[in-house]
Each structure stands twice: as C-alpha cells, then as structure tokens.
C-alpha cells in the first residue's frame, strides 16, 4: 500500500460522514401524508424520490422486520433488460440507467458491476425467441444480441458446451447485465429518504388497514393506530395477505425461490450464465463464491425453507453447465418469497381503494426494478393517482380486460 494512502487513512482529518448512520428507533405519530408498507428495496426507493424530488418528507416506512430483510436480502443480486415484452423492455432498460448512477447519486457504494449477462439456447426454437428478443432490445435502446458458439466459448472458455446432452446452439448476450450490493441498496435509499425527514419504522407490523367509504384512511400496527392520506403496499411475497386487510382479492400466488452459494475461489467466470432448458444460472461474487439459481417451487406456499430436492437438481444442472464445480463446497442455501401473476409481469398503480397504491407482483425480478419503481411509484403518488405512462401497462385491471405483458419466458432461468 503506498505510504500517502495509508498516511491519509489515518489522520485525523479523515472526511467521516458522521450521519451516515440511519436515526435511531422513535414513536410513532399519530398522523403521515404517505404511509409505505413494506421497508424493502422499492419501499425505501418510493420514500427517496418522494422526499427528494416531491418534497413529500411527512412519510412512514412500517417494516415488520428489519431494513431489507425482506427479499431483498433474499435475491441473488442481477441487474438486466433483456426482457421479452416492450413494455417490460423499456421499464427495465429506465431501471438499469438509475443503477448506473445510483451510488453517485447516494455517495455510497452499492458496489456495482457490469459484467453481461449470457443466457444459452439450446433448441431452434430458443435460437428464434432469443432472435425476436435481441431486435425488442435493440429498437428500446437495450444492447442485446445473438451470439454463435465460438463467441460463448471466448466469453466463458470454461462453459461445458454440451450439457446433458443439450448442445449450446446460440446464446443471447446481454452486455447490460450486471450485479450490485442489494443491502447497499436499501441502505443508500433508506439513508436518503431518512435525511430528508422520512421515518423508517422496523419491527413495526401492520395488523390491519383501515378503509371508509372506499378510502383508505389509515393503518392498525402492533405499536398503535396510526391515519394517512396514502398507503403504498410493497410487500412482496406477502402481497395478497395484505391486500385482503384492505378488502380486495390480488390475481397472485405466492412460491418460495431458491438459490444457494458455494465457497469462494480464485476468479474465472465474469458473466452471468443461465441456462433456461436446464433451469440454472451461476455467476460468480466479487468475493469469489459462485451463486446458483434456478426456477421456484412447484407449489404455492408461504414459507422461505430450504429443501434438499431442489438442491440437488440445482446443483446437478450447475454442473453440466461447469463439470469441474463439482468438487466445490456449498456454504449456503436460503430462499425468498416471490408474489407471481400468470403473466409474470408486475402489478403497479391504482387498487380498487382509493389512494390505496399497489407495488408488487414481481416473482424472481423485484431487486432489478427497484429504482424504476420507486420513481414512478413516488410519482404516482405525488400526483394524486395519476399513472405514470411507464407503468399504465401493469395495472391491475389488465387481468379484467385481458391486456396481459406476458414475460413467462424472459426468466433467466425458466419457471
């Protein structure tokens, strides 16, 4: 280490912020302008922008648990927009251009990293779908393409290419794909929004929400009754158990997603690869463990165990992708809570109770919307309801007039 930088490490005019830490635990009060539901990624980024571009700082975030502790802790961390649908392609490509500036914008580190992302076709079919997504992308500003086997094997010399008897025909590479920090995350937002005057409550569940007339007009919580003009229900997994307190029924159904991580070894793997014939993908951590994921539970459930079936089929398909992975060591295995609608895209907007906001339905794609959602949905509700053009396609409506964005096959491991 040179000597300068270990000299100004250690002297006593060292730049400390010395708010960086979050305020300390307070009561509640008996009145806010928004209360947010939900203290996970796109709840603390709905408070930043409203406190930050909207001048809307009278706001509660009610975590029952802890910051992030959430699925947003629970995801594997991938940042991308090579999605299949216009309107999917165009909300996520806004996404991935707020991560890029997210950690100037806080002046904190979410220790983001682009490094592509590969996904495989193994079929003529997967080739033609993969062709159809890369011109979606193009035409949206995305940069998405198709790629032939000799390029996949300069991307990642290391990839078997004839897993399971599954030849790599063609691969979709997505130079946009990319990683960062979830908890950084969450804490740069929280941090934010908490400086500008928001309140963040953990530990604070919400029993009840209180609706008259059709309005919402407040929210009961194991620490007291508190009224709001606005509730913004981001919940995640537990969307529909939430809205039931409200009075109405989410077209939703709840699965818990795995995903586990090995111990770390030198680097050799700098994309993301996933394969959605063999329901993995792997990407290795800044640390050095390597990451697998794959599709979710085959069954509804609220409950984020660990199971060994999924393990081992997991782990099998990993190793086609990387034979010599095998002789590594798993260190842990955990799983999130993902709220999934039939058409696999999310629901934002209006609920059929007035100034009553809905951010949820986002399966196994919640972390990589984060900062696209907590805009539009701070712009939602600093407007009074009125939908942001972006999100009018993922309103709740949709499933009444059968104005379904079907992304089912834009998984980077497939469902």
């Given at each position: 280490?040179?000597?300068?930088?270990?000299?100004?490490?250690?002297?006593?005019?060292?730049?400390?912020?010395?708010?960086?830490?979050?305020?300390?635990?307070?009561?509640?009060?008996?009145?806010?302008?928004?209360?947010?539901?939900?203290?996970?990624?796109?709840?603390?980024?709905?408070?930043?922008?409203?406190?930050?571009?909207?001048?809307?700082?009278?706001?509660?975030?009610?975590?029952?648990?802890?910051?992030?502790?959430?699925?947003?802790?629970?995801?594997?961390?991938?940042?991308?927009?090579?999605?299949?649908?216009?309107?999917?392609?165009?909300?996520?490509?806004?996404?991935?251009?707020?991560?890029?500036?997210?950690?100037?914008?806080?002046?904190?580190?979410?220790?983001?990293?682009?490094?592509?992302?590969?996904?495989?076709?193994?079929?003529?079919?997967?080739?033609?779908?993969?062709?159809?997504r890369a011109e979606i992308n193009k035409?949206?500003?995305?940069?998405?393409?198709?790629?032939?086997?000799?390029?996949?094997?300069?991307?990642?010399?290391s990839l078997n290419m004839n897993p399971?008897?599954?030849?790599?025909?063609?691969?979709?590479?997505?130079?946009?794909?990319?990683?960062?920090?979830?908890?950084?995350?969450?804490?740069?937002?929280?941090?934010?929004?908490?400086?500008?005057?928001?309140?963040?409550?953990?530990?604070?569940?919400?029993?009840?929400?209180?609706?008259?007339?059709?309005?919402?007009?407040?929210?009961?919580?194991?620490?007291?009754?508190?009224?709001?003009?606005?509730?913004?229900?981001?919940?995640?997994?537990?969307?529909?158990?939430?809205?039931?307190?409200?009075?109405?029924?989410?077209?939703?159904?709840?699965?818990?997603?795995?995903?586990?991580?090995?111990?770390?070894?030198?680097?050799?793997?700098?994309?993301?690869?996933?394969?959605?014939?063999?329901?993995?993908?792997?990407?290795?951590?800044?640390?050095?463990?390597?990451?697998?994921?794959?599709?979710?539970?085959?069954?509804?459930?609220?409950?984020?165990?660990?199971?060994?079936?999924?393990?081992?089929?997991?782990?099998?398909?990993?190793?086609?992708?990387?034979?010599?992975?095998?002789?590594?060591?798993?260190?842990?295995?955990?799983?999130?809570?993902?709220?999934?609608?039939?058409?696999?895209?999310?629901?934002?907007?209006?609920?059929?109770?007035?100034?009553?906001?809905?951010?949820?339905?986002?399966?196994?794609?919640?972390?990589?919307?984060?900062?696209?959602?907590?805009?539009?949905?701070?712009?939602?509700?600093?407007?009074?309801?009125?939908?942001?053009?972006?999100?009018?396609p993922f309103s709740m409506a949709r499933?009444?007039?059968?104005?379904?964005?079907?992304?089912?096959?834009?998984?980077?491991?497939?469902?």
């Amino acid at each position: 280490m040179p000597f300068s930088l270990l000299k100004y490490g250690l002297h006593n005019d060292y730049p400390f912020e010395k708010d960086a830490d979050l305020p300390p635990p307070k009561k509640l009060k008996p009145n806010y302008d928004v209360v947010i539901i939900g203290g996970g990624g796109h709840g603390v980024a709905t408070a930043y922008y409203l406190a930050k571009y909207h001048g809307i700082t009278n706001v509660a975030i009610l975590e029952k648990g802890y910051l992030g502790g959430g699925n947003t802790a629970r995801n594997t961390a991938v940042i991308r927009s090579n999605y299949l649908t216009p309107e999917g392609v165009k909300f996520y490509s806004q996404s991935v251009k707020l991560f890029e500036g997210l950690a100037n914008e806080f002046d904190f580190n979410i220790m983001y990293s682009k490094r592509g992302q590969l996904t495989l076709a193994h079929t003529d079919a997967a080739v033609r779908g993969f062709r159809q997504r890369a011109e979606i992308n193009k035409h949206f500003g995305g940069k998405t393409e198709l790629v032939d086997p000799q390029q996949i094997r300069e991307l990642v010399p290391s990839l078997n290419m004839n897993p399971a008897d599954l030849p790599v025909l063609a691969g979709l590479w997505h130079m946009d794909g990319a990683t960062a920090r979830h908890d950084a995350v969450a804490w740069g937002y929280a941090k934010g929004a908490t400086q500008r005057g928001v309140e963040l409550h953990q530990l604070t569940e919400v029993t009840d929400v209180l609706v008259e007339n059709n309005r919402v007009t407040g929210v009961k919580t194991n620490r007291g009754t508190v009224t709001c003009g606005a509730v913004v229900q981001a919940v995640a997994g537990h969307s529909s158990l939430l809205a039931a307190k409200a009075g109405f029924k989410m077209p939703l159904l709840s699965y818990p997603l795995q995903a586990m991580v090995t111990q770390p070894v030198k680097p050799f793997l700098d994309p993301l690869v996933s394969s959605p014939a063999l329901h993995c993908y792997v990407q290795q951590t800044g640390r050095g463990e390597l990451v697998f994921g794959g599709g979710s539970d085959p069954y509804p459930l609220y409950n984020t165990r660990s199971t060994l079936d999924l393990k081992e089929s997991l782990l099998a398909h990993a190793i086609e992708l990387f034979p010599f992975m095998a002789n590594l060591r798993l260190l842990r295995q955990w799983a999130g809570l993902t709220d999934m609608t039939s058409d696999y895209s999310p629901i934002m907007g209006l609920s059929p109770v007035d100034n009553y906001y809905l951010d949820a339905g986002w399966g196994t794609w919640g972390f990589k919307s984060t900062p696209i959602c907590g805009k539009t949905m701070a712009q939602l509700v600093a407007s009074g309801g009125q939908v942001p053009e972006l999100i009018q396609p993922f309103s709740m409506a949709r499933f009444q007039s059968f104005q379904q964005v079907n992304e089912m096959g834009a998984t980077a491991a497939s469902h």
